[in-house]
T-cell receptor
Framework: GENVEQHPSTLSVQEGDSAVIKCTYS??????FPWYKQELGKGPQLIID?????GEKKDQRIAVTLNKTAKHFSLHITETQPEDSAVYFC??????????????FGKGTKLSVKP | KAGVTQTPRYLIKTRGQQVTLSCSPI?????VSWYQQTPGQGLQFLFE???????NKGNFPGRFSGRQFSNSRSEMNVSTLELGDSALYLC???????????????FGPGTRLTVL
């Protein structure tokens, strides 16, 4: 089955610096790659996603890149702010009887942004 | 628009008991998925329901079951609880279950289950 590996597990940056989180997936059939942010005591919140027919997507300070050949995708956060501190999860899913409900998640990256 | 709600938020049970967790999706959403989150295993998919039918199931024992009602609300049940079932159980709702459509999953805050 699909397996998603995420690195690093912890990341500490200074406010204003950039942060990069990387994920690799094993199943070449995967076609949807969302990123979630989870703050303490809350459920994961979708921050950006990308589909396999796109190589890059950007939303203000957040961008995601996808390399289908290498089977990896990355989250880039620029000009980090203290409120970006949270746990970030990457995920992958694929067509399975027409459903994309079964997301496979990476183990998460705890991002700390120091003022 | 109200988000995904889960009840109860916290629950303490003892080994061997059973538990039922409830999830109310965002109004208009017809698909509900359940996930288990633990420090060791991370986020793992349990099952997905759409139109009262289970569409997908993760790799969990039969002690874990669920159902969905006609109003899209969903419940999950865990029987014969084990210590290892202690986890945050998350519910996510989305509009559809088929691909090719923008189908963001919105997560609830979760139910923290502790098994003693």
């Amino acid at each position: 089955g699909e397996n998603v590996e995420q690195h690093p597990s912890t990341l500490s940056v200074q406010e204003g610096d950039s942060a990069v989180i990387k994920c690799t997936y094993s199943d070449s059939a995967s076609n949807y790659f969302p990123w979630y942010k989870q703050e303490l005591g809350k459920g994961p919140q979708l921050i950006i996603d990308i589909r396999s027919n796109v190589g890059e997507k950007k939303d203000q300070r957040i961008a995601v890149t996808l390399n289908k050949t290498a089977k990896h995708f990355s989250l880039h956060i620029t000009e980090t702010q203290p409120e970006d501190s949270a746990v970030y999860f990457c995920a992958a899913s694929w067509d399975y009887g027409g459903s994309q409900g079964n997301l496979i998640f990476g183990k998460g990256t705890k991002l700390s942004v120091k003022p | 628009k109200a988000g995904v709600t889960q009840t109860p938020r916290y629950l303490i049970k003892t080994r061997g008991q059973q538990v039922t967790l409830s999830c109310s999706p965002i109004s208009g959403h017809r698909s509900v998925s359940w996930y288990q989150q633990t420090p060791g295993q991370g986020l793992q998919f349990l099952f997905e329901y759409f139109s009262e039918t289970q569409r997908n199931k993760g790799n969990f024992p039969g002690r874990f079951s669920g159902r969905q009602f006609s109003n899209s609300r969903s419940e999950m049940n865990v029987s014969t609880l084990e210590l290892g079932d202690s986890a945050l159980y998350l519910c996510a709702s989305s509009l559809h279950w088929w691909t090719g459509v923008e189908n963001e999953q919105f997560f609830g805050p979760g139910t923290r289950l502790t098994v003693l």
